[in-house]
């Protein structure tokens, strides 16, 4: 299992995003700073989470057809309840940036910034840097229209 997880880590760091230690404050911002001037859509997310999962395997199909542009920048944030091993061997399937934050970081996330309470939960980040919790995304159809709407902008 040891061996397992660590060449599925190894596989995987390629594709997992990190950010120098920032207070949980700065956290979602420094995320989201280098991507100014495009669209950003962050998942709030969990390998455990089955509609998380069938959310993801519903979208990944746009993200290189009606959707594909590179002014769209897609971000999945997990917490460490994702088992390391499943997380590593999932996100080079997932097209994006993955960051994996510790609990202090999730709950920040979560809780004090977004008032989230369950995931999927989105936030939409517009071209210039402005972002609102936005659930009604989890309705595909709304998702992929606004997406092409704000891309075209």
Known sequence: IQKRTRAAI???AKNMEHVEEVASEALFQTMIARHKGKVVLVDF???WCIPCRNAIQTIEPYKTGELASNDLVWIYIANETSPIETYAEMIPNIKGLHYR???A???FLTYNKFD???IPSYV???K???YSLRNDLRDHTKM???LKEMIKK
């Open 128 to 130: 210039d840097g402005n």
């Open 45 to 47: 997310w969990n390998t």
């Open 144 to 146: 992929v229209n606004t």
């Open 116 to 118: 989230i309470e369950s």
């Open 105 to 107: 970081q999730w709950n």
């Open 10 to 12: 190894q596989h995987s």
């Open 101 to 103: 934050v510790n609990d």
């Open 124 to 126: 939409l980040v517009d």
